[in-house]
């Protein structure tokens, strides 16, 4: 079984509405977790870094939300552009350990 | 900015051709990962390697090998080319421990086996 399950798997949504990717783990124990967005045909690029003791991150547009106890997190798209179309991955590693959990990705489709 | 450099973006290799997939970072990076990322199971870890002559298996390593001499490069090589092995491959590099360090990842390579 995925340690990382994301969902939705992928959503259409239109251009300017906001949206909210979620990622559950089962990763122990923890010590962080990251949100990537992967362009088509692109290598992912990091979003947002948190630990355990951070449960808020934003870059731009985008919010990332954890709350650890429940093992949850969520990235929040706000005014979504055409070019926030991608795949967005949830990455979570343990501690003491060099080996990542990756989600399979939401793809996200803006359009106009 | 950081930079992982994946020498080939696309290849096309016939079935039982030794491949070299060549990655360079300029960070000065422990640790380095090949992954391959196919649809629908996301990404894999094939090997990786936390200093330079050091190598760890990772989930998916049959039918891989790779060589670190230098702290910057980090090669996969696929000693008899398959057909199952057609996917995207990303090299990543971070320092080392991870905790709270980034990930970087580079463009990927799209190899092709005929």
């Known amino acids: 079984k995925n340690q990382v399950e994301q969902s939705p798997q992928s959503l259409i949504i239109l251009e300017g509405k906001n949206c909210t990717l979620q990622c559950n783990y089962t990763v122990s124990p923890f010590s962080n977790l990251r949100w990537y967005k992967q362009d088509t045909g692109r290598g992912p690029v990091s979003l947002t870094i948190?630990?355990?003791?951070?449960n808020t991150k934003s870059n731009g547009r985008y919010t990332a939300t954890l709350d650890a106890d429940t093992k949850q997190s969520s990235l929040h798209i706000t005014a979504s552009q055409l070019s926030d179309s991608a795949s967005y991955i949830c990455?979570?590693?343990?501690?003491?350990?060099?080996?990542?959990?990756f989600g399979k990705g939401n793809q996200v489709v803006v359009i106009p | 900015d950081v930079k992982v450099t994946q020498s080939s973006r696309y290849l096309v290799k016939r079935t039982g051709e030794k491949v070299f997939l060549e990655c360079v970072q300029d960070?000065?990076?422990?640790?380095m990962f090949w992954y391959r990322q196919d649809p629908g199971l996301g990404l894999r870890l094939i090997y990786f390697?936390?200093?330079?002559?050091?190598?760890e298996k990772g989930d998916i390593p049959e039918g891989y090998s790779v060589s670190r001499e230098k702290k910057e490069r980090f090669s996969l090589i696929l000693e008899s080319a398959s057909t199952n092995q057609t996917s995207m491959y990303l090299c990543?590099?971070?320092?080392?421990?991870?905790?709270?360090?980034?990930?970087?990842f580079g463009e990927g390579s799209w190899l092709t086996v005929v």
């Open positions: 960070m000065d990076h422990e640790n």
């Open positions: 990543a590099s971070s320092y080392a421990g991870h905790r709270g360090n980034t990930i970087y």
């Open positions: 390697s936390y200093d330079v002559k050091m190598k």
């Open positions: 948190m630990t355990f003791s951070e």
């Open positions: 990455v979570v590693s343990a501690q003491g350990n060099n080996r990542l959990a």
